[in-house]
């Protein structure tokens, strides 16, 4: 699962404040995912896809905004080859991304 909030650009907002990123990611794997070693390896493979997305603008924030993005584990995730796993955190971004998009957009 993943959600994703588009928030405004402070630097936007106030020029003076120094350079804030343009996205944050927060992994949540609890226990149901495996042991202390399954999780830790899930936390990499997802830190890794995410950081790959991310350089090559697969997620790119909309002008003035920056993404909050916050992806849950499930124990299935375990199941999956690299491929696969990027394949579904890239759809489910992307989904998520669009949501919040129309969300924004209504405010």
């Known amino acids: 699962m993943v959600s994703v909030l588009a928030r405004p650009n402070a630097v936007a907002a106030n020029p003076e404040t120094p350079d804030q990123e343009s ?3 927060g992994l949540v794997v609890s226990k149901a995912v495996g042991n202390a070693v399954v999780r830790h390896r899930v936390q990499r493979r997802l830190r890794h896809i995410v950081m790959d ?3 090559e603008g697969a997620l790119e924030p909309v002008a003035g905004h920056s993404w909050d993005i916050v ?6 995730i375990t199941s999956l080859d690299h491929a696969q796993l990027r394949a579904e955190v890239l759809g489910a971004a992307q989904r998520a991304q669009r949501k919040s998009l129309r969300r924004a957009s209504r405010s």
């Open 23 to 25: 996205w944050r990611c």
């Open 53 to 55: 997305l991310m350089r």
């Open 71 to 76: 992806i849950r584990a499930f124990p299935e």
